[in-house]
Structures are given as C-alpha cells and as structure tokens.
C-alpha cells in the first residue's frame, strides 16, 4: 500500500504544496541555464523588480549558440552574439553559483557539464529552459525542461508548477549484444512505444540491460525520454550513481558525504510498487539502430529497409511517412545499408561525452573517411571531455581518418549556430531529433549511435558496425 | 503584471478575422533577447509597405496609409476591437507582449484563440468576449464616431459607450481577480512565500548535502 516508485519518492521530498485540483508546488534544487531561454526570463524579473530567490540554486552556461570551429575566438552572428553577451551580463547581474562562459575550460552543453560538474546531484529536482534536461534523470533526479515563463518563475519562487504525473517503467531485460548501444536501446524503445507513448507519465527504465549501462550511456537513454513523450526520465541510484560523483568538485565531501549517500540508497522504486504501465523489451536481440524519417519514431534496425507507406494500416501514420520519405528522399524498399551519406555528425547532450568518442575512436582507428562523405564533425560536450579524449589521443585518431575535432558547444543538433546542413544533404547523427529543417533548412537526418555514425562515415553509406569492430573479428 | 481595474480608452477597430500571432508578430521578431520592444513591430507586415526586419527604425519605414492603426484618429488606442478567432496560429507569447508594448489594455470580440487568451491574462491585457451582434454594433459605433472610447470597469464587469449605454462580460472569477491585483503566476507563487520558506528551511536540514557552497560562502 505504501510502497512507493522512484518517482513517488522525489516528488514527495520537493512537495511545498498541493492545490485540490492536483496543481502543486515543487521545490528546485538545481537551475541549469544557458542563453537561449533566459533572457526574457530575466528581462521579467528586471520588470517587476524581482530577485531571484536562490542564486546559489544556478549554474550556467552558453552552449546553442557558440561557434565550435576551434580558434575561432568571436562569435560572428550578430543575433547568437547578443544572445551570449547578454548571459553574461544577467549572471554578472543576477549572480549564479558557477558559470561556465564562451571559452571557459569547462564550458560546454549544459546537459553534459551539470553531471561532470556535480552541479547535479542523485535525488536533485533540476530543471533547465531545455527539453532534453530528462537526461539528468540518469542520476535518479526529477528533471524537467521548461519554458521561458517557467525559467522566470523557478528563478523568483525556486518552486515549480506542475500536476503528477503518472508512473510508467520500461524494462530491458538481457544483455546488450557487441556493437549494440545506449543509443540503440533508446531508439528501440520509441520505435516500440512512439513518440506519444510516454506523454503525461514520468518513465523510470529500468531491467538488467540499463542497470549493465555507464552512466553515461544512462544519460543517453534520459535524453531522449522527452523524444518519447516523457517530460521525465528516471534511472534507480546503485553503486555505479555513487562512484560516478566521489571525485566532482561540487559534490560534497566527508561526513557530508556519508550523510548524503545513505539518502541516494534510498532512491529506488520499492519492489511492490505499482506502476501506471509498464513495457517490456529484450536487449539480447537487439541490432543497431537507424532512424529513416522525420520523427524519432521511424526507426528500424541495419538490416532492415525504408518501408513503404502503403504498409501502414493507420492512415494518419501512412500519411506520416509518405510526407517524410519525400522529404528524406527516399524510396520505400531501399536497404538501409545503400543510403549514402554527405555529413556525419557525432556529438550533442546525447552522445558527446568521452564513452561516446571512445565508442566512435574504436571504429574508426586506422580507417580513413570515405571520398563521397563532404565533412564529419566530432564535436565533444564540454572541455573536459575534449581534454580527456585529446589526453587518451582520440582526437588523433579522428584527424587521420580525416574528420574535424571541434570545440564544445550544441553544434550540428540545430541549426542555431554555424554548424549545418545545406538543402538536400544527409546526415548520419548522433543528436536526438530528425525534425525537418532541425540541422539546417531541407537538411536530412538519421539518429545513430557513435559507432554507427563513425562506420557510416567510414563506408560512406549505413554500415552494420558489427562488421566493423575489432572484436566482432 | 500591471494591475487592471478601470480603463477609459480610445478604440481602434480591426475588421479582419482570424488574424493569427504571426500577423500580431512575425516571426523574424522572435530572435529578440527582450519581452519589450516589439510594439513598433506589431502588425508589421500590414503597418509598413516594406520588409521588417529586428533592429529598425520603423519612424523611417514607409507606412501603409490603408492600415488602420496608421490613421491619424486611432493614435494612441488603448482598447482593440477585433473579429472571430483572434489570436490563432502559433503560441507565442510575444503576440500580447507586442500589443502591451504597442499600448493596448484590452481587446473586444466575439471569439479569441485558446492559447493566446490564456496568455493575454498572463500579461495583464484583458480579452472581452461579447456577442457577435455586439462587437458588430460597436464597430459601426466607432467607425462612425471620431475619438469613439469606451470605459471598461473590471469590477462591475461592463463596458460603457459614449452615450451610456451599459454592455455586461463575463469573465473567469479567479483571472478577474489576478487582473484586479496585478498577480501573474510568479504573484500567485509569492502569495505562499512564507510556506515555501519554511520548506526549504526544513528540507536544507534534512539535507544539508545540497547546499554545501552556499553554507561555506
Ligand atoms: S545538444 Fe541539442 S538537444 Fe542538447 S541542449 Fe544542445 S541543442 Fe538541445
């Protein structure tokens, strides 16, 4: 009866208070920033003459609009450099507890530097102005994107409107074959449920394929939780959530420490608890994944093909995927391996951090980028990640496959800054959305796990990584 | 928000329906970093006979003498009138803020889009809806009549033409009231500030590992 999930158990601890009609009050831990949706946020507070309620609660950062060509030390859009220069001067203005600027060592996306920062803890409520902020739900925290309005309300009140929303687990039982990642799991997932099959539940994944993932493989899976309608994303702390934060420098330290880690044990849904719906997959049969549409959903497997509209008993859903393979450019039938490529891009909050450029390095070492591919960027997701790959000498690997090593920054995942795609070219990527026009005006994109997108690369068409691994020989 | 109790306003009249947020703000303006501002850009494309782009100087653009906020009586209009489904298209919240900026309190008609209306009380413009007939009448009112305003009293819910006659609306109790004392949503949050207070003294005790650097600063 009292057996509560994980999600029961966050909302309870953050819970200020709760109107009759369920409206409640929810108490932020962590405000996550960066300069594309704060400025109004602030303007409104200025307005009204507010303060924030908590600067301490803030730690920032500019990452959507940042050039990541290195060297290049200015930002040359007009629009994208006010947008930054004003972050600077609401934080100067406002106050935060860190703040990571253009050109900062540990600059980098926001999703990515929050974790390897300790800004963001396990049992945190974290939000950030951003949908993909589930991702921080690898650490067992109740994280919501939210709008502009909503910024400016978490910075004046540190609470959070919102309604409860219902529980549901995903499970994937088994193990992950060879070649076969967190990038898979995730999409397979929305294939399964759709991109509406999470909307007004919290999803905690769960089952022996997530609990066997990295934490950063976990932030894959929560990243995209959004792509599957769920506003949150959950992983259960075990040992793996603890040791990922002894050496950050935010976490606490000594009996602080202890003190804190008897509570994250507790963050665990209980063994009874019940849950709204639940899904149940099997890793073990698992391949690699490729998106073939304009919604994360339309996805299948390497081996498989772009299937024909005609196929689709719904009719809402034929409709769908004729108006996508017209705008990807593709027939129905065509083999998923004979689609070539003109761009790949590996980075993003889904799969920029060092076990994602590991995963890309050890395709690509000593292979060389195919002739009909223009340009493959790796673009890491925060500095430290660009000097932990350079240290391990990944960006060489990368260079003499002849892709380009970037600086951090949101890059090719939106056209929001100079990284994009030209009308017509495809794009083996590894961010989140395959929206029209989401990596550039008439841009064609395919969601892929790194080492799918380093072997595409490499082939110049969709290749079944497998093939390709040191260890699949 | 600003506090809406009594409005003695000019009226503009806008014959169109279904005019949609991209009209009320085209979405070249959304770049903007400012919830301010957008008041000379609203209606642009039907304000100005050239291309509007964030940034210019609209006293030197060339004005569409057709559009009605360009004549010369309807200077300085506090109260919009305005046709079925006004406010439709894309949710963007600049569309009020560019109404506000421009100078409008509130607007009259018979049917507002859902989104939009919900934002207007947001921002403290006030969307009255009447009957069809009505909003028509008061067309041809202030069509007809230079210098035509009306008085909206938020109270006693009426509006009062020149000649005294009294129009009852309706309107929600619980905007009604965030309108009559200026609460936005942040207001309405800050009303419980002692409750949130306490939590939060409480909740930093029980765990105090979330709070480490303020408690060394
Ligand atoms: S990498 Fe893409 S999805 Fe992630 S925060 Fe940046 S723009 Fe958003």
Not at chain 1, 249 to 260: D, I
Not at chain 2, 93 to 116: K, M, N, Q, V
Not at chain 2, 168 to 180: A, G, T, V
């Amino acid at each position: 009866m009292n057996a509560k999930t994980l999600y029961d158990k966050l909302w309870d601890a953050h819970l200020v208070r709760q109107e009759p009609d369920g409206t409640a009050l929810i108490y932020i831990d962590r405000h996550l920033i960066h300069e594309v949706t704060s400025p109004q946020a602030f303007e409104g507070l200025r307005l009204a003459g507010r303060k924030p309620w908590r600067t301490a609660s803030v730690v920032a950062t500019a990452d959507h609009n940042v050039p990541t060509d290195p060297g290049e030390s200015e930002i040359r859009d007009p629009v994208s450099r006010e947008q930054v220069v004003t972050l600077d001067q609401n934080i100067r203005a406002f106050g935060a507890l860190r703040y990571f600027p253009f050109r900062d060592p540990r600059q980098g996306i926001v999703h990515v530097i929050g974790p390897e920062s300790g800004a963001t803890l396990p049992g945190m409520t974290v939000v950030c102005g951003d949908s993909h902020t589930s991702t921080h739900g690898a650490f067992a925290c109740l994280a919501h994107g939210i709008g502009t309005s909503e910024v400016e309300h978490v910075l004046a009140t540190q609470c959070l409107i919102q309604k409860k929303a219902k529980n549901m687990r995903v499970r994937v039982d088994g193990s992950l074959p060879p070649g076969v990642y967190a990038k898979d799991v995730i999409l397979a997932i929305i294939g399964r449920i759709g991109t509406a099959g999470g909307t007004g539940h919290a999803i905690e994944f769960a089952g022996e394929a997530i609990r066997s993932l990295s934490m950063e493989g976990r932030m894959t899976v929560c990243n995209m939780a959004i792509e599957a309608g769920a506003r949150v994303g959950m992983v259960a702390v075990d040992d793996k959530t603890i040791d990922y934060f002894r050496d950050k420098p935010l976490a606490p330290k000594g009996e602080l420490w202890e003190q804190a880690v008897d509570y994250w044990r507790t963050l665990v849904s209980d063994a009874d608890a019940r849950f709204d719906r639940e899904v149940v997959l099997d890793a073990s049969i698992l391949k690699p994944q490729v998106t073939w549409g304009t919604s994360p959903e339309m996805v299948t497997d390497i081996e498989g093909r772009v299937p024909d509209p005609a196929a689709f008993a719904d009719p809402v859903k034929r409709d769908a995927a004729e108006r996508a393979l017209a705008y990807m450019g593709l027939e129905p039938g065509t083999p998923i391996r004979e689609i070539k490529v003109d761009q790949v891009f590996i980075g993003s909050c889904t799969n920029s951090r060092i076990e994602d450029l590991r995963a890309a390095a050890a395709v690509v070492r000593g292979r060389k980028k195919a002739p009909n591919v223009k340009r493959v960027l790796v673009v890491p997701g925060s500095g430290l990640v660009k000097e932990q790959a350079e240290e391990e000498g990944l960006h060489r690997i990368f260079l003499e496959a002849g892709f380009e090593w970037r600086d951090p920054g949101c890059s090719m995942c939106l056209a929001m800054n100079a990284d994009r795609l030209e009308p017509g070219e495809r794009c083996a990527s590894t961010s989140n959305r395959n929206f029209e026009g989401r990596q550039g005006a008439g841009g064609r994109t395919h969601l892929v796990s790194p080492a799918m997108a380093a072997a595409a690369a490499i082939a110049g068409h969709f290749v079944d990584v497998r093939e390709l691994l040191p260890a699949a020989v | 928000m600003e506090q809406f109790i009594r409005l003695d306003g000019l009226v503009a009249p806008l014959d169109r329906a279904n005019v949609d947020t991209d009209a009320i703000i085209p979405k070249q303006f959304l770049k903007s970093i400012h919830r301010s501002g957008f008041g000379p850009y609203l209606f642009d494309e039907w304000r100005y006979l050239d291309h509007g782009e964030p940034g210019m100087d609209c006293s030197k653009r060339p004005k569409n003498p057709d559009f009605v906020l360009n004549q010369p009586r309807y200077e300085g209009a506090q109260i919009l009138l305005v046709r079925e489904n006004f406010g439709c298209g894309s949710s963007r919240e600049h569309a009020p803020w560019a109404l506000l900026d421009y100078g409008f309190r509130a607007l009259i008609g018979p049917s507002f889009a859902d989104i939009f209306y919900n934002n207007c009380f947001k921002n403290g413009l006030l969307p009255i809806v009447l009957p069809a007939e009505e909003v028509d009448r008061l067309f041809r009112e202030c069509e007809a009549t230079p210098g035509y305003r009306l008085v909206i009293d938020l109270p006693s819910q009426t509006i009062t033409t020149p000649e005294g006659r009294v129009i009852s609306f309706e309107i929600d109790p619980f905007r009604k009231e965030c309108l009559l004392n200026g609460w936005d949503d942040i207001a309405l949050t800050l009303r419980h500030a002692d409750e949130i207070r306490r939590f939060e003294a409480a909740y930093r005790a029980r765990h105090p590992y979330y709070f480490v650097e303020e408690s060394a600063a």
